[in-house]
């Protein structure tokens, strides 16, 4: 699939407007985490060069189609123009008036930031009048918005049928990342994929067992495929309703030339908290009153030697319940034999998707990974497959 850049269009004196994920989390009334600001730098910072004026569309939250006071925009505008360092004016409204009394009002080489489109109910709905209000705020449209292309929402979907659209910066950074593991990778190629429930990684198993070579299993979800092997779990988090399910995944693996591992041994203990006392046992020897809480010290041993011989690596879910201490030994040590592996050069390593991110951040690995990607849900739905609609628009 192809798509127009930035760079194939003439921006010079036009209103761009660009979709961009401002869905940051907030702590007391703070940005508490600014990278999808950061990330969508690049984008304005060319459209500006380029002589265009950037109108922000974005949503934050899930507001319903109703206005909701707490998911405004505005209450984010200073952090963005600080990220930017451009002036940035808030419009109250997403469409109509508010646009175009920011645009008269904007200082040159400034940033329009639109107010929440989800405050209406046919961003969501992708109603056609309403994309139709939108597109009647600019010239271009840029979807810069990688981790909410999963949606055929109207600023997502909509607008790219309405105006000459292109994609941006992140979003292409984006896609070029996932294309390099998952495309035609280097190989051999490795997935690690973790997480609480095999339930809810199904279609993404089912398609990455056709494009990887070894897939590593951790997390709770694991543990069901112990079970499946008729090993006894103890009090382990496990589906057992997913054990057929489970098999059936093995068998599709074996019969398609990729390799599932699956820990060795296991830390496991008798209570779910931080410093709970714990003990390493081989992998089919939980004691019927313990949980398994990460995978062990062997296991990191075997996958490390894995990602020796890989040249690609893509990352979803930890190994183990990281949150807690000293439960995230297994996906720290694991994502730092990445991390060195790649800062070596020997590697291309993209991470990803929903607890992904937070788990490298807190092993300090994230920043020599090749790319770590903005998405949650958007990313998860590309490793399973499926098209994204916000991208398919574009093309
Ligand atoms: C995200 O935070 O994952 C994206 O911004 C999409 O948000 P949504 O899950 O509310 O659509
Ligand atoms: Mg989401």
Redesign the pocket.
């Known amino acids: 699939m192809s798509w127009k850049t930035l760079d194939d269009l003439d921006l010079a004196g036009k209103v761009v407007l660009t979709r961009v994920?401002?869905?940051v989390p907030m702590q007391d009334g703070a940005v508490s985490d600014a990278t999808?600001i950061e990330r969508i730098v690049p984008t304005v910072r060319d459209i500006l060069a380029a002589g265009g004026t950037p109108v922000l569309l974005a949503?934050f939250?899930?507001p319903k189609g109703k206005v909701v006071a707490d998911m405004s925009l505005e209450q984010i505008v200073s952090t963005v123009e600080e990220h930017l360092g451009v002036p940035v004016r808030f419009a109250s409204d997403c469409i109509g008036a508010p646009v175009k009394d920011a645009l008269a009002d904007l200082p040159d080489g400034g940033v329009v930031l639109a107010e929440n489109t989800?405050f209406h109910p046919g961003e969501e709905q992708n109603d056609a009048d309403f994309a139709k209000a939108l597109a009647e705020g600019g010239d271009i449209y840029c979807n810069d918005?990688f981790?909410?292309a999963?949606?055929a929402?109207a600023s997502t979907e909509g607008l790219a049928r309405l105006l000459p659209s292109c994609a941006g910066r992140l979003m292409a950074e984006e896609l070029g990342a996932l294309q390099a593991v998952l495309g035609d990778p280097p190989r051999p190629v490795v997935a690690v994929v973790g997480g609480a429930k095999v339930s809810t990684k199904l279609d993404l198993l089912g398609n990455l067992i056709d494009r990887m070579d070894h897939i590593v299993i951790g997390g709770g979800m694991a543990n069901t495929f112990l079970a499946a092997q008729g090993i006894d779990v103890g009090k382990s988090l496990c589906e057992h309703d997913m054990t057929d399910t489970a098999r059936a995944i093995m068998d599709k693996a074996n019969g398609s030339g990729c390799t599932l591992h699956l820990p060795v041994d296991v830390v496991v203990a008798r209570e779910f908290k931080a410093g709970a006392e714990s003990e390493t046992v081989a992998a089919n020897a939980c004691p019927e009153d313990a949980m398994i809480l990460d995978a062990g010290p062997e296991t990191v041993r075997a996958v490390a030697e894995l990602f020796g011989q890989a040249k690609a690596v893509v990352w979803n879910g930890p190994l183990g319940a990281f949150e807690i201490e000293p439960f995230h030994a297994a996906t720290k040590a694991a994502a730092l034999t990445v991390a060195e592996l790649t800062r070596e050069g020997r590697l291309v390593s993209v991470a990803g998707g929903g607890d992904t991110v937070a788990a490298l951040n807190i092993s300090g690995a994230a920043d020599h990974f090749t790319y770590v990607s903005s998405?949650?849900?958007?990313f998860l739905e590309w490793l399973e497959g499926k098209t994204l609609p916000g991208v398919a628009a574009l093309g």
């Open positions: 994920d401002l869905n999808r949503h939250g899930r989800r918005a981790s909410a999963h949606r929402h998405a949650g849900g958007a």
